[in-house]
């Protein structure tokens, strides 16, 4: 996806925007899945070994939620005019096709935002948590885990520009450290995509008002 990126000034098309994240997201969903399982010989319930349930998750979700958005506010507030932001416009033509082919919003905003894109990047970010941590029990090397995980997070967002990089970055902590608090994959998973769901559903709403 970089390579075409690079290389294609067309961009992605709104199909592809579709179909990348399914295909690529759940591709790698199911290869971390063999890596942790039979390379490294974890068990797949780190990702999940803490206690809770259904009505519980939920409920953190909602307040990830609520932190997330009280991050983006403070964050465009105070370093939108100091980092560089590129806008997607990508997602934006995608959205103005969402509304003449809905079609395009039910396989967005169910497979591709759950899978593709929720559960693709909480599980990288899990994997990365378990699976270095393993290395030491000490206080210091679990907290640099958590921010190097957050920084490779940040970093994969570089199309968004500095802004992007430093932003998510920041929420991936709070997500690292909610992870390391309570061991929990789904609430991040919920959080994620009532996140990114509530702004492109509101986008599609405002958008022509702008």
């Known amino acids: 996806m970089i390579w075409h990126r690079n290389h294609d000034t067309s961009g992605f098309a709104s199909r592809e925007l579709i179909l990348y994240p399914l295909l690529f997201g759940g591709?790698?969903?199911?290869?971390?899945?063999?890596?942790?399982?039979?390379?490294?010989?974890?068990?797949?319930?780190?990702?999940?070994?803490?206690?809770?349930f259904l009505v519980k998750d939920?409920?953190?979700?909602?307040?990830?939620?609520?932190?997330?958005?009280?991050?983006?506010?403070?964050?465009?507030m105070t370093l939108m005019g100091?980092?560089?932001?590129?806008?997607?416009?990508?997602?934006?033509?995608?959205?103005?096709?969402?509304?003449?082919?809905?079609?395009?919003?039910?396989?967005?905003?169910?497979?591709?935002?759950?899978?593709?894109?929720?559960?693709?990047?909480?599980?990288?970010?899990?994997?990365?948590?378990?699976?270095?941590?393993?290395?030491?029990?000490?206080?210091?090397w679990t907290i640099i885990v958590i921010f190097l995980t957050s920084i490779l997070v940040g970093l994969t967002h570089w199309s968004q520009g500095s802004y992007g990089i430093v932003t998510i970055a920041i929420k991936s902590l709070v997500a690292c450290f909610f992870f390391f608090k309570y061991r929990r994959l789904m609430p991040l998973v919920i959080a994620h995509a009532l996140y990114d769901g509530i702004q492109v559903a509101m986008l599609l709403i405002i958008y022509p008002n702008i």
Request: hydrophobic content about 55%; glycine content about 4%; overall charge neutral.
């Open 27 to 52: 591709g790698c969903i199911f290869l971390l899945l063999l890596l942790k399982r039979y390379f490294l010989k974890e068990p797949l319930k780190d990702f999940n070994s803490g206690t809770g």
């Open 58 to 76: 939920f409920m953190w979700s909602l307040v990830l939620t609520v932190i997330y958005f009280a991050l983006f506010y403070l964050e465009r």
């Open 82 to 140: 100091v980092l560089e932001f590129r806008s997607n416009q990508e997602l934006l033509e995608l959205m103005l096709d969402m509304r003449e082919k809905p079609i395009l919003i039910i396989l967005w905003f169910l497979p591709v935002l759950w899978i593709g894109i929720a559960l693709y990047e909480e599980l990288i970010r899990v994997f990365m948590l378990t699976s270095l941590w393993k290395f030491s029990d000490s206080k210091l």
